[in-house]
């Protein structure tokens, strides 16, 4: 089975920077996705990792490290769009997304 | 181009009836996908459905059903209703899965069900 762990609610200000940590158990590992989703809408997606490392777009970056079976998300520069549930899910051998419960992520002035 | 698009948007039953919610996926997509998001939960993966078979199964009773059309879109039959199946329905396509790679999911908006 799979299992992913990831904070319930988080606080920021404006132009700060904020880390989102994820932690997973899987079975067999097809890499890990971030999503953002706003209230009352979709999820969209925000990165994907599959080898060990940063991955960098804009004020975005994703890492993992498969060994410790741990993801973080970091926002730079924060703004008030960005408050909203940051989803850590991860691609393991039944080849679907598993989600975690998401991170809320409010963004104060 | 045109993105997930699922109806109905809201939906009300009461406990016993039957939902059908509807999903039509992007464009040269084959891959759909079904997820429960109840409030204050994560989403859990229901169905996947790729080339008109269903390819997976979340840990759901039977009474949660779908399939796919030879068009690529899908519904999602939810049967005997219960007051906890209340929540969110978000469908998502994608290309046909590799293995491996990044075979990202659109999301549409979703079919809020309440069940009463």
């Known amino acids: 089975g799979q299992n992913i762990d990831q904070p319930t609610e988080m606080t920021a200000t404006e132009g700060a920077i904020v880390q989102i940590n994820c932690t997973y158990q899987?079975?067999?590992?097809?890499?890990l996705f971030w999503y953002q989703q706003h209230a009352g809408e979709a999820p969209t997606f925000l990165s994907y990792?599959?080898?060990?490392g940063l991955e960098e777009k804009g004020r975005f970056s994703s890492f993992l490290s498969r060994s410790k079976g741990y993801s973080y998300l970091l926002l730079k520069e924060l703004q008030m769009k960005d408050s909203a549930s940051y989803l850590c899910a991860v691609k393991g051998s039944a080849r679907q997304l598993t989600f975690g419960s998401g991170t809320q992520l409010t963004v104060l002035p | 181009e045109a993105g997930v698009t699922q109806s109905p948007t809201h939906l009300i039953k009461t406990r016993g009836q039957q939902a059908t919610l509807r999903c039509s996926p992007i464009?040269?997509?084959?891959?759909v996908y079904w997820y429960q998001q109840a409030l204050g939960l994560g989403l859990q993966f229901l169905l996947w459905?790729?080339?008109?078979?269903?390819?997976n199964r979340g840990n759901f009773p039977p009474r949660f059903s779908g399939r796919q059309f030879p068009n690529y879109s899908s519904e999602l039959n939810v049967n005997a209703l219960e007051l906890e199946d209340s929540a969110l329905y978000l469908c998502?396509?994608?290309?046909?899965?590799?293995?491996?790679?990044?075979?990202?999911?659109?999301f549409g908006a979703g079919s809020r069900l309440t069940v009463l």
């Open positions: 990792n599959v080898l060990d």
């Open positions: 899987t079975s067999g590992f097809n890499g």
């Open positions: 459905y790729d080339e008109g078979e269903e390819r």
């Open positions: 998502a396509s994608s290309l046909a899965d590799p293995i491996s790679g990044a075979n990202v999911l659109t």
């Open positions: 464009s040269g997509h084959t891959s």
